[in-house]
């Protein structure tokens, strides 16, 4: 099913005089319980083209299709109702709430996608996603106490506890050692699988390709 | 609002130093009113627990009651038109008691009426404080400007004018020593105004203005009052602000994974209110506890409702200074958060 299109899209930044073109017209189509790959040199548009798909930034021009809406033509209130509840997110760094515990990261995350849970049954799916992603041990720990695979591992917990359909993940991997690079990349190719998500992956590693099902080069600025 | 106080659990010292300052400036602000106050009853007792109405100065005294001068006849008029009305007078002297010691009072005499404590000829009414100097119902008083003496007949609480007790006496008594026949000074119970021809009106608290000392006095503790409020909601904002500054990833992610802005907003104000809650609570107990023990000669009055009203101004201007510091918040965007590493 293809969920997400991303249309002709374009990005300029003003640089003083110059305007510098970042992308020039990028097409992609994502497809549901995929997990696409996007690969290529450095500064060729990689995180712009996926932060643009998640709406966190705009796009100069062209269309972003979520579910049938524009959402380069919706307001930044329903964009955020849009992340909030249908996107998850991971990156380079795990960016999780210092003063919060494992626990409590999962269970704020719910209250922000305003899921129609009550309290025992947050309960329960924050220790059925802990499972998952092998972290049920430590749900009473601080983020500081964590090791770089535990916090990444937490992370993908947060992105995927209120059932979004999209995944975006940034460089998931680029702050691991190769032990864990490929527990979480497993991670994240067992979950799109059993959770049928659609995940949109920027790497750098060539090691994880073989965990997606299709690989997009992206160079200046477009798809090769 | 959990997370607030899971922050706040998480960076205790910060929030316990935040929550000392208020403390401590809440509680200053609050001795400093009791003495205000305190001063204020000390100064003026007299004319503070008055009912509310309007006074009357004579127009050529220049809005000095110790230089006015109410016309006999005209007094007569107003007095027959306005029964509940006084005349009255009030100048500064001694006396010296059946020891021979001198004690400098407030004379104070006027028409029979509810509003002042009237006397007779040869009696005089003091307040409390002289008692505890030692004077004694019978006693006898006298003043080298009056042939007579004075019989101490009762003792009234919280009679005080410019910082000296009043003595009560009849205005016989107080012509002699004075050597004035007019009154200075005509009340009139109630809102209305009548505006009365060659007199100038005053309200009680523009009364309390002419009295020397009074203003002045009270404009200073005023002015040591509301710098502390202002800067207890300047401490709110700069501790927010650098408190934020360090969290503006943290805030950024939040908003990526789309947290409204006012979340942390309210995050912000439940923490505000929480310390100050508890700073207040503190600073009201040790207030109204220094209130009981606040040694015998100290001016010092400090009631609830003064502590109500001005922990009321310390919360709003708390939260004006902790919502001044949410505005960068506003601005923070997502991307440069995520785009700024670890935190
Ligand atoms: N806010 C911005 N203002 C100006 N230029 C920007 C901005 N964001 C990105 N760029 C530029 O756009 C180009 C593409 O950046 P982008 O981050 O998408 O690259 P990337 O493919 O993710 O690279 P990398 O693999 O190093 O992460 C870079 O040349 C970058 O300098
Ligand atoms: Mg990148």
């Known amino acids: 099913m293809e969920t997400f299109i991303i249309e002709d899209v374009t990005k300029s930044f003003q640089n003083g005089e110059v305007e510098a073109k970042i992308l020039k017209g990028v097409n992609l189509t994502l497809t549901e319980g995929e997990i696409t790959a996007l690969v290529g040199p450095s500064g060729s548009g990689k995180s712009t083209i996926l932060t643009i798909a998640a709406g966190l930034q705009k796009a100069s021009g062209g269309q972003i299709l979520f579910d049938g809406d524009d959402m380069t033509a919706m307001s930044q209130e329903n964009i955020r109702k849009v992340r909030s509840s249908e996107f998850g997110f991971v990156f380079q760094s795990s960016h999780l709430v210092p003063f919060l515990t494992v626990e409590e990261q999962l269970d704020l995350m719910l209250d922000v996608a305003e899921t129609k849970m009550d309290k025992k049954q947050q309960k329960e799916e924050i220790s059925r996603i802990l499972k998952l992603v092998g972290m049920d041990h430590r749900k009473d720990a601080y983020p500081p106490s964590l090791s770089g695979g535990e916090k990444q591992r937490v992370a993908i917990a947060r992105a995927i506890i209120h059932k979004p359909k999209i995944l975006f993940a940034d460089e998931p991997t680029a702050s691991l050692d190769t032990k864990r690079k490929k527990e979480v990349m497993e991670l994240i190719h067992e979950l799109t699988k059993s959770l049928g998500l659609t995940t949109l992956m920027v790497t750098h590693d060539d090691e994880m390709l073989p965990y997606a099902d299709r690989v997009i080069t992206m160079r200046d600025g477009v798809i090769v | 609002m959990k997370m607030a106080f899971k922050e706040m659990k998480k ?179 109630g809102k209305d105004v009548p505006a009365i021809s060659g007199l100038d009106s005053f309200t009680n608290k523009g009364f309390l203005d002419t009295i020397p000392s009074y203003s002045a006095e009270q404009m200073s503790l005023n002015m040591i009052i509301w710098f502390l409020v202002i800067i207890s909601g300047m401490l709110f904002a700069i501790f927010f602000y650098m408190m934020n500054v360090q969290k503006i990833g943290l805030y950024g992610i939040l908003k990526a994974i789309g947290m409204k802005t006012i979340s942390l907003f309210q995050m912000i104000w439940y923490q505000m209110i929480a310390i100050t809650a508890v700073s207040l609570v503190i600073s009201i107990a040790l207030s109204q506890a220094f209130n009981l023990v606040a040694p015998e000669g100290m001016p010092f009055s400090l009631t609830m409702n003064t502590v109500l009203t001005l922990s009321a101004v310390f919360l709003v201007v708390g939260f004006i200074g902790a919502t001044i510091s949410g505005f960068q918040i506003k601005k923070i965007e997502p991307l440069q958060a995520i785009q700024q590493g670890e935190m």
């Not at chain 2, 006027?110 to 505890?132: A, C, H, M």
């Open chain 2, 11 to 189: 960076s205790k010292s910060k929030f316990l130093i935040l929550g000392s300052i208020i403390f401590l400036v809440s509680f200053l602000t609050f001795i400093i009113s009791g003495l205000a106050n305190g001063l204020s009853m000390d100064n003026a007792a007299l004319i503070k627990n008055m009912p509310s109405g309007h006074y009357y100065l004579n127009e050529d005294a220049n809005a000095k009651y110790n230089l006015s001068k109410i016309d006999e006849g005209l007094q007569k008029d107003v007095l027959a038109e306005h029964p509940e009305a006084t005349a009255f007078s009030i100048q500064m002297g001694f006396f010296n008691d059946a020891e021979d010691k001198q004690h400098s009072v407030a004379f104070v005499t006027s028409t029979e009426s509810d509003l002042f404590q009237y006397v007779k000829d040869g009696e005089i009414v003091l307040d409390r404080t002289l008692e505890k100097e030692g004077v004694k119902v019978g006693d006898i008083l006298t003043n080298n400007q009056f042939s007579g003496d004075f019989k101490v007949i009762g003792f009234v609480d919280e009679q005080k004018y410019s910082h000296a007790p009043v003595a009560f006496i009849n205005q016989t008594n107080y012509q002699e020593m004075y050597r004035v026949m007019e009154m200075q000074t005509l009340f009139i119970p």
